[in-house]
């Protein structure tokens, strides 16, 4: 049995994940492609132009982002390995005692927590999702929810276990919970960790996109902020950044933004701001033309959360940082020995997952071609089955034993359909997956209310309004942003420079924005000029400014236990917008 098959059925025999996972991945999938489909008709296309377009010049645009963060006072390492990472960050911490880290699955590749730790530094990680499964101790199940595995009574479970003085399973509780954790770890750190989005070659400047908050605290809390990603996340200029952010959450989260886009320029004063770009294999995927465009993906999740395999067993079971059908790929072409060799057998070969890609990667192609690596280099397969397919190919590659073998097929699959159905979960044998259980946990599959998914704004065939401004505000008003007339006393008043009509986003610039102002008011006032309304994030190109940048799409907002919305993480979640022209 291979170790793919003997986690699978494991994490089956120990608790039936599909009966968490299916109802919600369904109902995820869905609403991603309704939000897709508020978007520009080419997004997908313009996505995948973007992302191709890096991979094929990869090299060209480091040498151009070096410069450009030479100039903002940014520093450039380059690891060629997980080990040498993990050492430029320890050289980078300098002495560091306690370091606030936030969602990197590039981190999570090479180690970088259980490195830190061993030396006795301090690392929280501060996702919530994160924060749980780090306490679970077997990371993460999925690229942006952690702890999709977990129900909320299992979570509750963990915290306790913590020390955590909880009576009750309330997911809104919880994040709460979770939350005040984070903003006290805060007040005294000397570092923050973060992942990256995307590079910007032409301008120096990094997109991060979030949702509770916790980057905004840990990009301008700490003293030092070091940025942890991999060789391919750089994209050309603003233009692709914002093509690839039109796809990247309706494909992760089904919302049209992440609540907080992050678009940093050069670091505030008093704060020194480093990129660690991680190589661990890239290249070589890079330099083989059948694989190389896996080097595209963004790390949206979307083919994870359409794949009927990992619905069934969840990401546990892959037993690598990356799950699902891109960790099916990705996995063995990073490490390409024997580990991770049986994953791209973990495929029905349906294609959901291509279909599902934004970014055009043909998923379903790799897996065959790495399964036929896999089996050519002996990697997977006992010495019979090996002898069974060299047997098989021998008779296919002459007409008559062709006709042969097949007209044998359909007498022998008669029998073996009767013959060879999964085991269940108890059986003693369990070479074959067994059948996923209906889902069957009641508060997964009651009634969705308020705080289980966004408001519908939009039924078939209602009309939207006629101007950007009136499409603004029914998009803001269904992520919880109110709007008035003027300013509330006591509210922070911040003038934006544009706002997207089909995301009811609004983007900040300055030099720097003042993000700890941000998230310690007690209520926010957005000032939009009605003019200033773009249709999509492609429009605010104009408006970005050259330095930092930041898109609000509602307030702060977590999904990470059983995807219960819970807003007002770290900020308020007294959102205001005045649609006023500035004065003259």
Same mark, same amino acid.
């Given at each position: 049995?291979?170790?793919?098959?003997?986690?699978?059925?494991?994490?089956?025999?120990?608790?039936?994940?599909?009966?968490?996972?299916?109802?919600?991945?369904?109902?995820?999938?869905?609403?991603?492609?309704?939000?897709?489909?508020?978007?520009?008709?080419?997004?997908?296309?313009?996505?995948?132009? %973007?992302?191709?377009?890096?991979?094929?010049?990869?090299?060209?645009?480091?040498?151009?982002?070096?410069?450009?963060?030479?100039?903002?006072?940014?520093?450039?390492?380059?690891?060629?390995?997980?080990?040498?990472?993990? !050492?430029?960050?320890?050289?980078? /911490?300098?002495?560091?005692?306690?370091?606030?880290?936030?969602?990197?699955?590039?981190?999570?590749?090479?180690?970088?927590?259980?490195?830190?730790?061993?030396?006795?530094?301090?690392?929280?990680?501060?996702?919530? &999702?994160?924060?749980? *499964?780090?306490?679970?101790?077997?990371? $993460?199940?999925?690229?942006?929810?952690?702890?999709?595995?977990?129900? @909320?009574?299992?979570?509750?479970?963990? /915290?306790?276990?913590?020390?955590?003085?909880?009576?009750?399973?309330?997911?809104?509780?919880?994040?709460?919970?979770?939350? !005040?954790?984070?903003?006290?770890?805060f007040e005294d750190c000397d570092a923050a960790i973060t992942g990256a989005n995307m590079l910007i070659a032409r301008s120096g400047r990094i997109a991060i996109v979030e949702n509770e908050g916790n980057v905004a605290l840990g990009v301008s809390h700490p003293r030092r902020h070091i940025i942890v990603t991999?060789?391919?996340?750089?994209?050309?200029?603003?233009?692709?950044?914002?093509?690839? /952010?039109?796809?990247?959450?309706?494909?992760?989260?089904?919302?049209?933004?992440?609540?907080?886009?992050?678009?940093?320029?050069?670091?505030?004063?008093?704060?020194? @701001?480093?990129?660690?770009?991680?190589?661990?294999?890239?290249?070589?995927?890079?330099?083989? $033309?059948?694989?190389?465009?896996?080097?595209?993906?963004?790390?949206?999740?979307?083919?994870?959360?359409?794949? =009927?395999?990992?619905?069934?067993?969840?990401?546990?079971?892959?037993?690598? $940082?990356?799950?699902?059908?891109?960790?099916? *790929?990705?996995?063995?072409?990073?490490?390409?020995?024997? !580990?991770?060799?049986? /994953?791209?057998?973990?495929?029905?070969?349906?294609?959901?997952?291509?279909?599902?890609?934004?970014?055009?990667? $043909?998923?379903?192609?790799?897996?065959?071609?790495?399964?036929?690596?896999?089996?050519?280099?002996?990697?997977?397969?006992?010495?019979?089955?090996?002898?069974?397919?060299?047997?098989?190919?021998?008779?296919?590659?002459?007409?008559? &034993?062709?006709?042969?073998?097949?007209?044998? %097929?359909?007498?022998?699959?008669?029998?073996?359909?009767?013959?060879?159905?999964?085991?269940?979960?108890?059986?003693?044998?369990?070479?074959?997956?067994?059948?996923?259980?209906?889902?069957?946990?009641?508060?997964?599959?009651?009634?969705?209310?308020?705080?289980?998914?966004?408001?519908?704004?939009? %039924?078939?065939?209602?009309?939207? =309004?006629?101007?950007?401004?009136?499409?603004?505000?029914?998009?803001?008003?269904?992520?919880?942003?109110?709007?008035?007339?003027a300013p509330a006393p006591g509210s922070l008043v911040l003038r934006a420079a544009a706002a997207v009509a089909g995301t009811g986003s609004v983007l900040l610039t300055g030099s720097p924005i003042d993000r700890r102002a941000l998230l310690a008011a007690p209520a926010v006032t957005l000032m939009v000029d009605?003019?200033?309304?773009?249709?999509?994030?492609?429009?605010?190109?104009?408006?970005?400014?050259?330095?930092?940048?930041?898109?609000?799409?509602?307030?702060?907002?977590?999904?990470?236990?059983?995807? *219960?919305?819970?807003?007002?993480?770290?900020?308020?979640?007294?959102?205001?917008?005045?649609?006023?022209?500035?004065?003259?």
């Amino acid at each position: 049995m291979t170790a793919f098959r003997d986690r699978a059925c494991r994490e089956i025999a120990a608790g039936h994940p599909s009966a968490t996972l299916q109802p919600i991945m369904r109902k995820l999938v869905e609403d991603s492609r309704a939000m897709l489909a508020r978007g520009p008709a080419d997004a997908r296309a313009r996505a995948t132009a %973007a992302r191709a377009a890096a991979v094929e010049n990869l090299e060209a645009l480091h040498r151009q982002l070096r410069e450009q963060l030479a100039l903002r006072g940014i520093g450039y390492h380059r690891a060629a390995t997980a080990a040498e990472a993990v !050492d430029i960050v320890r050289r980078l /911490l300098d002495g560091a005692r306690r370091v606030a880290k936030s969602k990197s699955m590039v981190a999570e590749e090479i180690g970088l927590t259980r490195a830190l730790r061993a030396d006795g530094i301090d690392v929280l990680e501060t996702d919530i &999702g994160e924060y749980i *499964v780090d306490l679970e101790g077997r990371g $993460p199940s999925h690229i942006t929810a952690p702890a999709i595995h977990l129900n @909320r009574g299992r979570i509750r479970d963990i /915290l306790r276990r913590a020390g955590a003085s909880l009576d009750t399973d309330d997911p809104v509780v919880l994040s709460q919970h979770i939350r !005040d954790v984070v903003a006290r770890f805060f007040e005294d750190c000397d570092a923050a960790i973060t992942g990256a989005n995307m590079l910007i070659a032409r301008s120096g400047r990094i997109a991060i996109v979030e949702n509770e908050g916790n980057v905004a605290l840990g990009v301008s809390h700490p003293r030092r902020h070091i940025i942890v990603t991999g060789l391919e996340k750089i994209v050309a200029d603003e233009a692709a950044a914002l093509a690839v /952010l039109q796809v990247l959450a309706p494909s992760a989260t089904a919302q049209p933004l992440t609540a907080f886009t992050h678009i940093l320029g050069s670091p505030p004063p008093g704060q020194e @701001r480093h990129v660690v770009i991680v190589d661990n294999g890239r290249s070589r995927v890079l330099a083989d $033309p059948r694989y190389r465009d896996v080097l595209r993906c963004i790390r949206c999740g979307a083919c994870m959360n359409a794949c =009927p395999v990992y619905r069934t067993v969840s990401g546990i079971a892959y037993g690598s $940082p990356y799950m699902g059908p891109i960790g099916a *790929v990705l996995s063995p072409l990073l490490w390409p020995g024997p !580990d991770h060799a049986d /994953l791209p057998f973990a495929s029905s070969l349906c294609g959901a997952c291509t279909e599902a890609c934004p970014v055009g990667i $043909p998923l379903h192609r790799m897996l065959l071609d790495l399964r036929a690596d896999a089996v050519a280099r002996g990697l997977v397969a006992g010495r019979a089955e090996r002898a069974a397919w060299k047997a098989w190919s021998a008779a296919f590659s002459l007409p008559v &034993g062709a006709r042969a073998v097949a007209a044998l %097929a359909r007498v022998g699959l008669r029998g073996a359909g009767r013959l060879l159905r999964p085991p269940a979960p108890n059986r003693a044998d369990p070479g074959i997956l067994p059948e996923p259980a209906e889902p069957h946990d009641p508060a997964l599959l009651q009634a969705a209310g308020p705080d289980r998914t966004e408001r519908t704004v939009i %039924a078939p065939g209602e009309v939207l =309004p006629p101007t950007p401004a009136e499409r603004f505000r029914l998009r803001a008003g269904a992520l919880g942003v109110a709007f008035a007339e003027a300013p509330a006393p006591g509210s922070l008043v911040l003038r934006a420079a544009a706002a997207v009509a089909g995301t009811g986003s609004v983007l900040l610039t300055g030099s720097p924005i003042d993000r700890r102002a941000l998230l310690a008011a007690p209520a926010v006032t957005l000032m939009v000029d009605p003019a200033a309304v773009v249709e999509h994030p492609a429009g605010l190109e104009p408006f970005l400014g050259t330095d930092d940048a930041l898109v609000l799409t509602g307030p702060s907002r977590t999904a990470d236990i059983e995807k *219960v919305i819970v807003r007002g993480i770290h900020g308020s979640q007294d959102y205001a917008v005045v649609l006023q022209p500035p004065l003259a």
